[in-house]
Nanobody
Framework: VQLQASGGGLVQAGGSLRLSCKAS????????VGWFRQAPGKEREFVAS????????RYGDSVKGRSTISGDNVSNKAYIQMEDLKPEDTAVYFC??????????????????WGQGTQVTVSS
């Protein structure tokens, strides 16, 4: 499966963004999908995940309560809606996918397929 993330941009603190992850080459609903982010000089951080067929979702502590991950089987896309954005949310956001159900899907190593990343910049 090939992944393409989009939807990033510049937003003021308190604003919102919806990032999209378009999958091609396979049926997305079969995959676990995760969102990660990486700020300059920092490790890649777990943001959210959704299990295959959307049964379960999970969120990182830094975005819990402010973000919603979802999937659309018709368009073969996954989304993350982020609200009340803060300057510390500034990072490159990546979507990732895995066919495996093993692991808790909060580590980058739990995923095989990665998109190219989309920049999110939150100004104060």
């Amino acid at each position: 499966v090939q992944l393409q993330a989009s939807g990033g941009g510049l937003v003021q603190a308190g604003g919102s963004l919806r990032l999209s992850c378009k999958a091609s080459g396979s049926t997305f609903s079969r995959y676990y999908v995760g969102w990660f982010r990486q700020a300059p000089g920092k490790e890649r951080e777990f943001v959210a995940s959704i299990s295959s067929f959307g049964h379960n979702t999970r969120y990182g502590d830094s975005v819990k309560g402010r973000s919603t991950i979802s999937g659309d089987n018709v368009s073969n896309k996954a989304y993350i809606q982020m609200e009340d954005l803060k300057p510390e949310d500034t990072a490159v956001y990546f979507c990732a996918a895995s066919l495996s159900s093993r692991g808790d899907h909060v580590q980058p190593t739990d995923y095989v397929y990665w998109g190219q990343g989309t920049q999110v910049t939150v100004s104060s």
